[in-house]
């Protein structure tokens, strides 16, 4: 069974840094795409940041300039570098990764971590 598991989040003054991990495990193949996305109380869930088996990146424009993602295949992971974060940074972050098959797409989430950044 493939699994997703997030760790490094956690309460940072604003203007302060963290590093998302997500691990995965039971997987035999390598994800297309991996994401992080986020999710504030009483908001939808939006997309943070992608980066593609061909390591091109997207960020959403709120957090452009100041967070990065990347990933190491070799140890299943993908991380988001979180710098100069703000009030309005703070949700639970959960990671995502899909796989391509012939007619399928296919769907993994990790359980989420929170961050947290009082204002």
């Known amino acids: 069974q493939v699994q997703l598991v997030e760790s490094g989040g956690g309460l940072v003054q604003a203007g302060g840094s963290l590093r998302l991990s997500c691990a995965a495990s039971?997987?035999?193949?390598?994800?297309?795409?991996m994401d992080w996305y986020r999710q504030a109380p009483g908001k939808q869930r939006e997309l943070v940041a992608t980066?593609?088996?061909?390591?091109?990146?997207i960020y959403a424009e709120s957090v452009k300039g100041r967070f990065t993602i990347s990933r190491d295949n070799a140890k299943n992971t993908v991380y988001l570098q979180m710098n100069s974060l703000k009030p309005e940074d703070t949700a639970v972050y959960y990671c995502?990764?899909?796989?391509?098959?012939?007619?399928?797409?296919?769907?993994?989430w990790g359980q989420g971590t929170q961050v947290t950044v009082p204002s």
């Open positions: 995502h990764g899909n796989r391509m098959l012939p007619g399928l797409l296919m769907d993994y």
């Open positions: 039971g997987n035999t193949f390598t994800f297309n795409t």
């Open positions: 980066v593609t088996s061909g390591n091109s990146k």
